[in-house]
């Protein structure tokens, strides 16, 4: 899962990409609202988080924005403000969610991952995904063969999850670096092949076939 922060106290900010990207997402950050509504328009996120005081624009006019331009991406909008018409608005310009600073990291990871769960719902991913004795559940992040419950890595599961959302069909590099690392990773492509070897090594090489030149396809093992 990809998303996006949009935060212009870099501290806050950075602080929670270090948190989602431990709990497994790509995270992208942006402290200018002008900056994170073309983020936003241009990247391909799983969702966003924005704060309404913004510099350049505020958090109702990027969010107003985007649904204009029928982008659906699941919005959670963090703001210091604590009134009823502030919430209000902040759900009339088509905003998701609304979360109050201070708030409890818990509490945050719990919205965001209600939302990707309701956009499962609404014709996304499924919130459970099997291939042949695999089950890949992506809510819980947790993964089975048969009866058997396999211990992964956070990273490990969302290179895992890209594979199984698009089972049977081959995967690029690019396309995994795209969702489960940020658009800043300027490293070595080839971590890739760690994660894969790891998978092959936890779940079974049968699983994981590599495609010479294009990348990777899960299948249903034996």
């Known amino acids: 899962m990809r998303l996006l922060i949009v935060e212009d106290e870099k501290r806050l900010a950075l602080s929670l990409a270090k948190g989602l990207t431990a709990e497994g997402y790509a995270v992208d950050v942006v402290h200018d609202g002008l900056e994170g509504l073309h983020q936003a328009a241009e990247g391909s996120y799983d969702l966003l988080i924005l704060d309404i005081m913004l510099p350049g624009m505020n958090g109702y006019r990027i969010c107003g924005a985007l649904r204009a331009a029928g982008n659906d991406v699941p919005i959670l909008m963090l703001t210091a403000k604590d009134g009823e018409y502030d919430e209000a608005e902040g759900l009339d310009t088509g905003a998701d969610d609304y979360l109050t600073k201070p708030f409890s990291y818990v509490v945050l990871i719990a919205r965001i991952k209600a939302l990707l769960r309701r956009r499962g719902r609404g014709g996304g991913a499924s919130p459970r995904l099997t291939v042949g004795d695999l089950r890949v559940e992506t809510a819980a992040r947790r993964v089975f ?67 010479r030149g294009a990348g990777y396809r899960l299948v249903a093992g034996r």
């Open 145 to 211: 063969r048969a009866e058997d419950e396999i211990t992964l890595t956070a990273k490990e599961f969302a290179v895992l999850e890209q594979l199984a959302v698009r089972a049977g069909e081959v995967v690029s590099k690019a396309q995994i670096l795209e969702h489960v690392w940020d658009f800043a990773y300027d490293g070595d492509p080839n971590i890739i092949e760690v994660y894969i070897s790891a998978l092959r090594r936890k779940l079974g090489a049968e699983y994981i076939q590599t495609v």
